[in-house]
């Protein structure tokens, strides 16, 4: 299992309120996974792109996607797999919150514009 493969398998964190409660009490992470992806590759991905973290368990379940309406036509959403990994007491996944930074550079622009 090359590195390419393993950077392929995290396709990105779910952030819900059942995730974050999980993470809160238990050090539960959440995340979407490649379909094909194995448990054992699913720890050694978090292990190596979060450096420093210890994966003890790893659950996954495959989530099927809704139907939908549009109009007259029926539609579906994509199938997906999402994979809950246990971590080490007192450990978590530092990830960046896109939300906050924009946050932050829109606060630090608008007191340049009013300082000017």
């Not at 003890?56 to 495959?62: G, I, P, Q, S």
């Not at 994979?83 to 946050?103: F, H, I, P, R, S």
Request: charged share 30%.
């Amino acid at each position: 299992m090359n590195n390419a493969r393993l950077y392929q398998i995290l396709r990105g964190p779910v952030f819900s309120e059942k995730s974050q409660m999980l993470g809160d009490s238990l050090g539960v992470q959440v995340f979407k996974i490649d379909s094909k992806a194995t448990k054992l590759e699913v720890k050694k991905a978090v292990e190596m792109m979060f450096e420093g973290v210890e994966v003890l368990k790893v659950n996954t379940l495959n989530v099927k996607g809704k139907t939908k309406r549009f109009g007259k036509s029926i539609g579906r959403r994509n199938d997906y797999k999402k994979a809950y990994v246990t971590l080490k007491a007192g450990q978590d996944v530092q990830m960046a919150d896109a939300g906050e930074e924009v946050a932050n550079t829109t606060a630090s622009t608008s007191e340049t514009a009013n300082n000017e």
